[in-house]
């Protein structure tokens, strides 16, 4: 019988002394030397527009000087306020880190683009997974939070969000799901469907329409794949879906690898719909191990089960 998720590390108290020190960073570092060069040269301009004055100074003397105490203490605050980012961002992975060993799954951080299908992966520059959580149960499951960069100057677009990826053992079929009126994760991105793909209406339980794209030889396939309460799960925290080499990838403009139990709890019934012939399997520890040509790291899989893998 399928052991029970373990979350207790997502929420239990810790202790200051449990949490590493985060990395120094060089951004905080940056903004704290430019509050000193901002309070330096105010103090010298003040000094130089008038150095010694007992009829009480210039007007802008005392502006200048006002001036460089008010952007260094903004400064002063960025960098307080980057160092405590960094703190939480280490205190969640301090978390995820035991969350993983305690439910036999593998914790990564810092990685390069993941090597899975889908029209999101591969876009624009700076690619990097900042965490991700691998595990298998019949077939590998993978959820990471994904960061890129598109375009440049005022037309920059940085996605910052979440990705859940799900080997499926069946033939589905391709397609692309999106958010009928709001504007979604792919479409904000200017990542089209692919143009041989036709279009649908699908509504979930709550009224939400949803566009559907696939093939015009399995459309009907497609549409009856989104039945209900399949459509009401994979959109419960997640808007944008897609399906391509058999794999379910779930699209989210938030980090899905977060310290939130509920969060989690969905990502487990997700799996559970869309692997029903693993019950009683999961979880098994997937072992990584360096891939040719230093592009990072992979599950090992027994043999048996390396001929679902997509290939790339």
Known sequence: MESPLDASALTEPLAPSEVPDPPRSGAALVVFLLALVFLGAG??????????????????????????LAMA??????????????RERATLRHRLQRFAAANHRTFLFDQPAPRLPGLLFGQGTQQSTTEALRWTAHRPVEVGNYRFVVGRGRNTRIFDGGYLAIRTGGPLPPLVLEPARARGIL?????????????STVSSADGTAFKLWAPAERAAEAAAFLTGPRLDLLTRHARDLEVADGTVLAYSAAPLLTADPGLWAWIEEVVAALQPDDIGQRPHL????LLPGGEGVRPVLPEHLEADRPEH
Not at 43 to 51: C, E, I, L, N, V
Not at 286 to 289: Q, V
Request: proline residues 9%; hydrophobic residues 50%.
């Open 43 to 68: 103090a010298g301009a003040t000094w130089w527009a008038f150095p010694l004055d007992p009829g009480g100074g210039r007007r802008l003397a005392l502006t200048l000087l006002v001036i460089a």
């Open 187 to 199: 479409r904000r991105h200017l990542v089209p469907p692919p143009s041989s793909f036709g279009a």
């Open 286 to 289: 997937m072992r990584e191990k």
């Open 73 to 86: 203490g903004v400064r002063l605050w960025m960098a307080l306020a980057l160092r405590r980012k960094a």
